[in-house]
T-cell receptor, first 116, second 111 residues
């Protein structure tokens, strides 16, 4: 079974702090994704990565950065946390390529971040 | 126009009934279609995938795809209270290995 883990289930930070959210997958997947999920807005893609040291902006990258130094690990960084970044953050991974089954994404348990 | 649209619900069905969830998408080049189930406070869990027109059955779940009409649906037979969750439709747009999600439909199955 694919296993995607995230460093924290719940996190409380203060405005202006630098926040690191880590995601690790154990299935040798090339693709990794970071989403945030807010009520009424659904899942929105922040950043994704096709390979080590590769990153692509998603739909809402402002205020975030990412790091992928190893294939299994994808980190989301909030450079200076703000209250509007309070959300559920979800990491996912998938195999590469456009073949249909390869675009199935598997999610981690999520991190509920509160910024005070 | 949103790329993937779902009725937010709640869709309320009695136990044992068939629940029908619908999703429309805007990109005609979309190639892969998925249904995820998400319980409150949990992360999405993949329950069905479909790639070609027609029906695909897996246990109590049937996914239906009609590319000409750009819709995909999920039927849940013999609905159980444990099926109460939000169901997310996700689509792979043409040429990209990423998913576009709908906002989800909340399903409530009452005894």
């Amino acid at each position: 079974d694919v296993k995607v883990t995230q460093s924290s289930r719940y996190l409380v930070k203060r405005t202006g702090e630098k926040v690191f959210l880590e995601c690790v997958q154990d299935m040798d997947h090339e693709n990794m994704f970071w989403y945030r999920q807010d009520p009424g807005l659904g899942l929105r893609l922040i950043y994704f990565s096709y390979d080590v040291k590769m990153k692509e902006k998603g739909d809402i990258p402002e205020g975030y950065s990412v790091s992928r130094e190893k294939k299994e690990r994808f980190s989301l960084i909030l450079e200076s946390a703000s209250t509007n970044q309070t959300s559920m953050y979800l990491c996912a991974s998938s195999l590469p390529g456009l073949a249909s089954s390869r675009s199935e994404q598997f999610f981690g348990p999520g991190t509920r971040l509160t910024v005070l | 126009q949103k790329e993937v649209e779902q009725n937010s619900g709640p869709l309320s069905v009695p136990e044992g009934a068939i629940a029908s969830l619908n999703c429309t998408y805007s990109d005609r080049g979309s190639q892969s279609f998925f249904w995820y189930r998400q319980y409150s406070g949990k992360s999405p869990e993949l329950i069905m995938s479909i790639y070609s027109n027609g029906d695909k059955e897996d246990g109590r779940f049937t996914a239906q795809l009609n590319k000409a009409s750009q819709y995909v649906s999920l039927l849940i037979r013999d609905s159980q209270p444990s099926d109460s969750a939000t169901y997310l439709c996700a689509v792979t747009p043409g040429g990209y290995n990423k998913l576009i999600f709908g906002a989800g439909t909340r399903l409530a199955v009452h005894p």
